[in-house]
C-alpha cells in the first residue's frame, strides 16, 4: 500500500516542486508587456539576483538540493524571506512568482475584484481528468461552481449521524491496535482510519481497510440492508488504488530517472489498472445505493414520511436525491474522497506527533475532558472544549497539511506586494505566470505570531491580540474555493482525539528522528509517528 517507500529519495516531493519551478506553466513570455494597462499604479516586480538568467537553473539546483534533503519547507521560507516576502524568479525561462505575503495570498484567494484572475492552471486540469474528471478539484469558473454549490449543502456538519460512524471506527481502532507497548505507527493507522470513515460516510459502507491492517474482520455491517460488505480485501484493494492514482495523475514519478524508464518502456499500465478499480469500486457502490434508493422511493410512496429509511444522512444518497446524472455523482465522491483523506491523516498525524512529545499539554487535554468520564462526547459537549480547539489550531499551524500551493493568473493582473526595489509595491503579473504561496512560512512569521513563532504553544490562541486570528493564518486557505470540509475535519480530529485519550492510559513518544517533511500530494512525517500505547482501564470496549 506504502508506494513511497520504493521510490527515489525526493519523488514524494516532485508537486509542490512543480509548483514552485510552475511547470505546469502554459507558453509565458519572459517579461511580457500587459495587454491592458490597469487604473493603479505599479513598480516593476523585483527580481531574484538570478547567475543564470536565461533559464533561472541556479534557482532549481538549490530547490533539488533541498528537498532532497527534505528542507524544502524550511528553504523556501527562508528564502522568501530575506526578499521581504515576495520574489519573482525564473522557472525554466517562464516568469514566476512565490509569496509569503498575507496581503498577496489574500488578494489572489479572497479578493473578490482579483480572485478570479487567478486558476488552477491547464495543466493541472488535463493531467488530473483521469482520476478527477472535472470535479471541484479539478475545474474553474461555472463548471467548478455548479459543484460547489451541489457539494455545499450535502456536506454537512457533522452531528449524531457522523459522531456514530466515528465512534464505529474508533472502536475497532482500539480493537485491534496493540496496546501493549509495542511501537505502532499512528500515522498508518489514521490512513486507514480516514478512508474508512470517509467511505462510511459518503459511499453508506466502509472499505474496513483499518482492521484488515491488522488481520482482523471489520464489524460494520456494511449499511445494515444486506448489501455486499464491501470491506476487507476489496477495500485494500481500492485504497492501493486510489493512492497510486493520485501520485500518478499528480506526475510525481515522472520525475525520477527509474520512473521515467519504466513508462518509457512500459507506459503506465498500473495507472490503467488503478484507475480502473478506482472506478469500478465507486461505479458498484453507486450502483447499489441507487437501487436501494428507487426502492425507498417505492416504499415512501405507499407510506410518506418514512422516506430513505434514514439512509438519507449517507451522502450518496443526497446527490441521488438531486437527480443527478451517475457520472457526475461519481466524480463528486472521488474528488471528495481525495480532499478528505490524505489531509485528514497529515492532521490526525501531526496532532499525536506533538501529543506523544508534550506530556504537558496531554495532561491538560486529559484534565479538560475529564468531564466525559470515558463516555463518548456529544455534539454539544465536544464544542466546550476551548483548550483541545487551541491545541488543534497550534497543530494546524505549525504543520499545516497543505502546506504549499499555487494559481495560475488567467489574465494580465496584479498584487499589493512585490514590487519596486525593496518588494514592497503593488507589481503586475502577466498572464500565464504561476504564482506560488507557502502557508507553512506564513504560519511562522514573527510579525503575525510573536518571536516565539516557532514555538508549539497552544495558549497563544486565548491571547486577546491573536482574537480575530491573524490574517497569516490560513491552514484551510481562503476565499471561494476555501476548504468545504473544514467543519467535518475538526469534529472528526476533535472527537478522535477525545476518544484517543480516553483509551490510552499513556501514549509513549517512539520517534527517534526529528521531524522531517513528507511532501507527496499533502504533508505529513516522514518517519511516521511512532508511540508506544497502554491500554486504560476506565474505558475498555467490551
Ligand atoms: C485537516 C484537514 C483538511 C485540510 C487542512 C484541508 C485543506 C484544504 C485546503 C487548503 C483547500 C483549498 C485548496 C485550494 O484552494 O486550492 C481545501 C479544499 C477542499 N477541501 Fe479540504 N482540507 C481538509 C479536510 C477536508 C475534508 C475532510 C473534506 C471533505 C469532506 C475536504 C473537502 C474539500 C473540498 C471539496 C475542497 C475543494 C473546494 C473548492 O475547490 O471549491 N477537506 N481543503
Ligand atoms: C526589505 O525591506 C527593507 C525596508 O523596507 C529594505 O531596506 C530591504 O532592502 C528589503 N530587502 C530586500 C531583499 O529587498
Ligand atoms: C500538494 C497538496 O497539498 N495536495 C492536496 C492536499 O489536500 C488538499 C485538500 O484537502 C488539496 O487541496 C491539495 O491540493
Not at 533559464?55 to 521581504?84: C, E, M, P, W
Amino acid at each position: 500500500m506504502d508506494v513511497d517507500n520504493s521510490s527515489f529519495l525526493w519523488a514524494p516531493s516532485v508537486p509542490l516542486l512543480a509548483i514552485f519551478l510552475s511547470i505546469t506553466l502554459p507558453k509565458t513570455q519572459f517579461q511580457r508587456k500587459p495587454s491592458s494597462p490597469s487604473p493603479h499604479t505599479h513598480a516593476p516586480p523585483r527580481w531574484y539576483p538570478h547567475k543564470d538568467p536565461i533559464l533561472g537553473l541556479d534557482v532549481l539546483f538549490d530547490i533539488a538540493q533541498s528537498v532532497y534533503n527534505h528542507k524544502f519547507l524550511t528553504f523556501t521560507a527562508d528564502l522568501i524571506n530575506r526578499f521581504n516576502g515576495t520574489i519573482t524568479y525564473l522557472s525554466l525561462g517562464r516568469q514566476a512568482v512565490y509569496t509569503i505575503d498575507p496581503a498577496n495570498v489574500h488578494a489572489m484567494l479572497a479578493d473578490r475584484t482579483r480572485c478570479q484572475d487567478f486558476g488552477l492552471g491547464p495543466t493541472r486540469r488535463k493531467n488530473w481528468k483521469p482520476l478527477f474528471g472535472s470535479g471541484i478539484f479539478n475545474s474553474d469558473g461555472a463548471v467548478w461552481k455548479h459543484h460547489r454549490s451541489t457539494l455545499r449543502p450535502v456536506l454537512s456538519r457533522a452531528g449524531p449521524h457522523e459522531f456514530e460512524v466515528f465512534e464505529t471506527h474508533l472502536q475497532t481502532l482500539m480493537r485491534v491496535v496493540p496496546a501493549d507497548g509495542s511501537t505502532v505507527d499512528l500515522q498508518r493507522i489514521f490512513d486507514a482510519l480516514t478512508l474508512d470513515v470517509s467511505t462510511h460516510l459518503f459511499l453508506g459502507t466502509s472499505t474496513e481497510v483499518l482492521p484488515s491492517l491488522f488481520g482482523s474482520p471489520g464489524t460494520t455491517d456494511g449499511d445494515g440492508n444486506g448489501n455486499r460488505n464491501r470491506n476487507g480485501a476489496q477495500g485494500q484493494e481500492f485504497a492501493a488504488a486510489f493512492n497510486y492514482a493520485q501520485r500518478a495523475v499528480s506526475g510525481i514519478d515522472d520525475f525520477t530517472l527509474s520512473g521515467l524508464c519504466w513508462k518509457f518502456l512500459f507506459g503506465d499500465s498500473r495507472l490503467e489498472q488503478s484507475l480502473q478499480t478506482v472506478h469500478s469500486f465507486i461505479d458498484e457502490a453507486i450502483e447499489q445505493a441507487s437501487e436501494t434508493f428507487h426502492a425507498d422511493r417505492a416504499d415512501s410512496a405507499d407510506s410518506p414520511g418514512h422516506q430513505l429509511n434514514g439512509r438519507g444522512q449517507v451522502l450518496l444518497y443526497k446527490l441521488l436525491n438531486e437527480a443527478r446524472s451517475r457520472e457526475d455523482i461519481k466524480y463528486d465522491i472521488i474528488n471528495l474522497l481525495a480532499a478528505g483523506k490524505d489531509s485528514m491523516t497529515s492532521f490526525m498525524g501531526s496532532i499525536w506527533y506533538v501529543l506523544c512529545q508534550r506530556p504537558d499539554v496531554l495532561d491538560n487535554v486529559r484534565a479538560e475532558i475529564s468531564v466525559l468520564q470515558g463516555q463518548p462526547p456529544t455534539v454539544e459537549q465536544l464544542s466546550k472544549f476551548s483548550y483541545l480547539h487551541m491545541v488543534l489550531q497550534e497543530v494546524l499551524r505549525l504543520y499545516p497539511p497543505v502546506p504549499a500551493n499555487q494559481r495560475t493568473a488567467e489574465a494580465d493582473t496584479f498584487l499589493p506586494r512585490g514590487g519596486g526595489p525593496d518588494g514592497k509595491s503593488a507589481m503586475l503579473v502577466p498572464r500565464g505566470a504561476s504564482v506560488g504561496y507557502s502557508v507553512y512560512a506564513m504560519h511562522r512569521l514573527p510579525e503575525f505570531f510573536g518571536p516565539d513563532a516557532d514555538e508549539f504553544r497552544p495558549e497563544r490562541w486565548a491571547d486577546v491580540l491573536l482574537n480575530p486570528r491573524p490574517k497569516a493564518y490560513m491552514p484551510f486557505h481562503a476565499g471561494p474555493r476555501t476548504c468545504l470540509g473544514q467543519n467535518l475535519a475538526m469534529s472528526l480530529a476533535k472527537y478522535s482525539t477525545v476518544r484517543l485519550v480516553q483509551f490510552y492510559q499513556s501514549v509513549e513518544n517512539r520517534n527517534v528522528e526529528p521531524w522531517e517533511e513528507k511532501l507527496g500530494l499533502n504533508c505529513s512525517s516522514r518517519h511516521g509517528v511512532l508511540v508506544g500505547l497502554t491500554a486504560s482501564s476506565q474505558c475498555v470496549s467490551s
